[in-house]
Antibody
Framework: EVQLVQSGAEVKKPGESLKISCKGS????????IGWVRQMPGKGLEWMGIIYPGDSDTRYSPSFQGQVTISADKSISTAYLQWSSLKASDTAMYYCAGSQSGIAAYFDYWGQGTLVTVSS | AIRMTQSPSSFSASTGDRVTITCRAS??????LAWYQQKPGKAPKLLIY???TLQSGVPSRFSGSGSGTDFTLTISCLQSEDFATYYCQQYYSYPRTFGPGTKVDIK
């Protein structure tokens, strides 16, 4: 069974750094694209970016380019989303999601979400 | 980036109703469209991809159609478990983009 398990909720202060994780199991981690989706409180889904762990090919939405870093460690089947300096506006639920599609198309599998709260 | 719009943004319906949600792309995306369902407090779930292909395990009362710029998601006979928010997403080009969502609640 394909599973994506995300790290737990985080409470941070503005200006702090953060790295959240998404561990894949039940499939070949290097064969699926892994993406990140933001959902701000009470709002819709926003596509942030995606990585192919096999070769670390990474694509970002212009809205998030330079604001976050997506990475993956295929040795431990884990993808990451990180911030170097959080803002209050980063408060949101973040989902990782997997795409079997060779073109990083749609997301077949989803993690349970990581709630990030940024508050002074 | 391709902009996705959905209509209506929300509506109320009754169990047993046939409901249709529309998604429009700001430019042609062929059939590179997916639909997701999200229930409160849960991760989204893939329903349909390639505009009309039902994801494995999704009930056949869900169907999708369209190509180019205009797409629809139809639920033929609404069940209690279908009250949720539905999102379309294009994968014709980067960045992939989602529609704003359509919330279906109980009348």
């Amino acid at each position: 069974e394909v599973q994506l398990v995300q790290s737990g909720a985080e409470v941070k202060k503005p200006g702090e750094s953060l790295k959240i994780s998404c561990k894949g199991s039940g499939y070949s981690f290097t064969s699926y694209w892994i993406g990140w989706v933001r959902q701000m409180p009470g709002k819709g889904l926003e596509w942030m970016g995606i990585i192919y762990p096999g070769d670390s090919d990474t694509r970002y939405s212009p809205s998030f380019q330079g604001q976050v870093t997506i990475s993956a460690d295929k040795s431990i089947s884990t993808a990451y989303l990180q911030w170097s300096s959080l803002k209050a506006s980063d408060t949101a639920m973040y989902y990782c999601a997997g795409s079997q599609s060779g073109i990083a198309a749609y997301f077949d599998y989803w993690g349970q979400g990581t709630l990030v709260t940024v508050s002074s | 980036a391709i902009r996705m719009t959905q209509s209506p943004s929300s509506f109320s319906a009754s169990t047993g109703d046939r409901v249709t949600i529309t998604c429009r792309a700001s430019q042609g995306i062929s059939s590179y469209l997916a639909w997701y369902q999200q229930k409160p407090g849960k991760a989204p779930k893939l329903l349909i991809y390639a505009a009309s292909t039902l994801q494995s395990g999704v009930p056949s009362r869900f169907s999708g159609s369209g190509s180019g710029t205009d797409f629809t998601l139809t639920i033929s006979c609404l069940q209690s478990e279908d009250f949720a928010t539905y999102y379309c997403q294009q994968y014709y080009s980067y960045p992939r983009t989602f529609g704003p969502g359509t919330k279906v609640d109980i009348k």
